[in-house]
Antibody, heavy 119, light 112 residues
Framework: EEQLVESGGGLIQRGGSLRLSCAVS????????MSWVRQAPGKGLEWVSV???????YSADSVKGRFTISRDSSKNTLYLQMNSLRDEDTAVYYC?????????????WGQGALVTVSS | QSALTQPASVSGSPGQSITISCTGT?????????VSWYQKHPGKAPKLMLY???KRPSGVSNRFSGSKSGNTASLTISGLQAEDEADYYC????????????FGGGTKLTVL
């Protein structure tokens, strides 16, 4: 079955940088549209960034200019480069695969990586 | 403020049925058959429960069903079980944003 495994989370100082990775198996990261979704403590799900099959990327206004989504086909891995981290970026970050037909729902999710931004 | 509106909480007793609503606009829920629902237990990854309004992924119990009327979609869980206690999020395609998927704020389901 398809698997997504995040890594790279941790405790980081405000203003710092962190890169999350999402290693996938049983499918290829560049033949699917992939996304990052986060959940802050006590809050709901919030979409963060997406990279479509054709390489087009978008990010939420809350992270635009600070976060960058990318993928490495040779490693079959999705990344989220997070710069200028703020307290409000503290959350569990999930990588998720968009369905291959309509790209309108997330059919597989990783287990999540906790990012804690501290002063 | 979430783009889709869900009740903050619902509750029901074992064996009963409950319905969770998800209200949007004609630019999202009302305009397309692309509503999905996710179950989220604390500390676990979200799990896809329904997609395309009414379709269930393989392995999801048929106690979970979906419907839509106008700008409001609904998730119904019949024969409530203790393990159904979780947060539920709706999601929809939208034509009003660069990234075409939006979430609801989530609903906490309590099984009494």
């Amino acid at each position: 079955e398809e698997q997504l495994v995040e890594s790279g989370g941790g405790l980081i100082q405000r203003g710092g940088s962190l890169r999350l990775s999402c290693a996938v198996s049983e499918f290829t990261v560049d033949s699917n549209s992939m996304s990052w979704v986060r959940q802050a403590p006590g809050k709901g799900l919030e979409w963060v960034s997406v990279i479509y099959r054709d390489g087009t990327t978008y990010s939420a206004d809350s992270v635009k200019g600070r976060f960058t989504i990318s993928r490495d086909s040779s490693k079959n891995t999705l990344y989220l480069q997070m710069n200028s981290l703020r307290d409000e970026d503290t959350a569990v970050y999930y990588c998720a695969r968009l369905d291959s037909i309509s790209a309108t729902y997330f059919d597989f999710w990783g287990q999540g990586a906790l990012v804690t931004v501290s002063s | 403020q979430s783009a889709l509106t869900q009740p903050a909480s619902v509750s029901g007793s074992p064996g009963q049925s409950i319905t969770i609503s998800c209200t949007g606009t004609s630019s999202d829920v009302g305009g397309y058959e692309y509503v999905s629902w996710y179950q989220k237990h604390p500390g676990k990854a979200p799990k896809l429960m329904l997609y395309d309004v009414t379709k269930r992924p393989s392995g999801v119990s048929n106690r979970f069903s979906g419907s839509k009327s106008g700008n409001t979609a609904s998730l119904t869980i019949s024969g409530l079980q203790a393990e159904d206690e979780a947060d539920y999020y709706c999601s929809s395609y939208t034509n009003s944003r660069a990234f075409a998927v939006i979430f609801g704020g989530g609903t906490k389901l309590t099984v009494l």
